[in-house]
């Protein structure tokens, strides 16, 4: 498992129980805190923190990780989980209020009907959930679509209210 060192555990923790054959990777990125590396030893992990130089496989297949220094580790898969940034410079822009903790810093903070604290403004899929799911965004979508015509169709209704 190659994670940023404030992942390792969760990641970890998601992992096992897929498999107990688990090493933790940094590639030379940060330092693991004590709790974290605590944690990791108590579900038998261990962690390697030296760069990665290459990674060596056979017919498209892993066979090891090499480092820059110590000995390789011999593995048949790799699981990387990389930063992830969320793209939300036009939400920004236009106002929405960002989540600064969590899983993913930075996501839009939406509300059950996937609204922005920026009344109009929708947001949806990987820009508003830690959930990074092809279902999750289509479902959110659909959500923010039902509630966007709600909110014009009541709107609509207003105006012409309003000429009576």
């Known amino acids: 498992?190659?994670?940023a060192p404030s992942e390792m555990f969760t990641c970890a923790g998601l992992l096992s129980s897929w498999t107990r054959d688990l090493a933790a990777l940094t590639n030379g990125v940060g330092d693991i805190d004590v709790e974290t590396a605590r944690g990791l030893a108590a579900l038998g992990i261990s962690v390697r923190t030296e760069p990665i130089v290459r990674l060596d496989g056979e017919d498209g297949r892993l066979r090891r990780v090499d480092f820059a220094s110590g000995e390789p580790l011999e593995r048949s898969v790799l699981f990387h989980r990389p930063r992830q940034e969320p793209r939300t410079g036009l939400a920004t822009q236009v106002g929405c209020d960002l989540i600064g903790e969590g899983m993913i810093?930075?996501?839009i903070r939406v509300d059950a009907m996937q609204q922005t604290t920026v009344p109009g403004v929708f947001a949806v899929g990987d820009v508003a959930t830690p959930v990074q799911s092809i279902a999750v965004a289509v479902s959110s979508g659909s959500v923010a679509?039902?509630?966007t015509n709600h909110q014009l169709v009541h709107d609509a209704l207003t105006v012409c209210?309003?000429?009576?």
């Open 145 to 147: 679509a039902a509630m």
């Open 1 to 3: 498992m190659l994670a």
């Open 105 to 107: 810093p930075g996501l």
């Open 161 to 164: 209210a309003a000429r009576e």
